[in-house]
């Protein structure tokens, strides 16, 4: 079974500093792996995704993630934060073998301190 | 497009009484998915239908929960005699094949009194 780890329920980061959201995972086949943004009130919106191919992933705004076997990581990124990514991120996992389903860490809420 | 919908958006209960949740996927996926989401914790697996059937029900925490999709579009969570801790955020997300993105709706807050 997969499984997910993000540590640091609350990240709090500087407006224009570095995001830096961990994501550790846990999978018996070759994994695929997500990074998931939860404004309130609102529904899961995918910020980006590995599947297969390059291992530096690109998502919308400004966002990307690295995906490092040799560590199972998967950590999330933006150069600068901005009033407008405070929200809830989850890094969410699935196997590449046959299951569909997703398994979620328990999030991150991030505060943009102006 | 329209994306994926939930109703009802909120659902308050009565300890022991049924209720049921309605998720209309986007047109065209035949992949759905239920999760349940609990204060403070991330979404957790409940159910998944590839067309019609149920492809994998592991994360029904009971058998007082089912869900159905009869015509391979529309989906329903039933959830009999419920009980206080099953009050949390039903999701619902859809896609169109794997390994592709799962579109999440709303979800339905359901509070069990």
């Keep these: 079974a997969q499984s997910v780890t993000q540590l640091g329920s609350h990240v709090s ?10 994501c550790n995972y846990s999978s018996s086949v070759p994994p695929y792996l997500f990074w998931y943004v939860q404004y309130p009130n609102q529904g899961l919106q995918l910020l980006l995704k590995y599947t297969t191919g390059a291992t530096l992933v690109k998502g ?10 040799s560590e199972t990581s998967f950590h ?18 699935s196997d590449s073998g046959g299951n569909n389903r997703l398994a979620f860490g328990k999030g991150n809420q991030v505060v943009v301190i102006p | ?3 994926v919908s939930q109703t009802p958006s909120n659902k308050v209960t009565e300890k022991g009484k049924y209720v049921e949740l309605r998720c209309d996927p986007i047109s065209g ?6 999760y349940r989401q609990s204060l403070g914790q991330g979404p957790e697996f409940l159910i998944y239908f590839q ?16 869900a159905v ?10 959830i009999q005699r419920t009980e206080r801790g099953d009050s949390a955020v039903y999701l619902c ?10 579109y999440f709706g709303p979800g339905t807050r359901l509070t069990v009194l």
């Design chain 1, 60 to 69: 919308i705004n400004g966002f990307e993630a690295e995906f490092k076997k």
């Design chain 2, 69 to 78: 999709r009869p015509e391979g579009s529309v989906s329903t969570l039933k």
């Design chain 2, 1 to 3: 497009g329209a994306g």
């Design chain 2, 29 to 34: 996926h035949t992949a759905l998915y239920w």
């Design chain 2, 93 to 102: 997300a859809s896609s169109s094949a794997r390994p592709d993105t799962q």
């Design chain 1, 76 to 93: 999330l990124t933006k150069p600068s934060a901005h009033m407008s990514d405070a929200a809830e991120y989850f890094c969410a996992v």
């Design chain 1, 13 to 22: 980061v500087s407006e224009g500093a570095l995001v830096l959201l961990r």
């Design chain 2, 51 to 66: 067309g019609t059937g149920a492809a994998d029900d592991s994360g029904l925490p009971n058998d007082r929960f089912f």
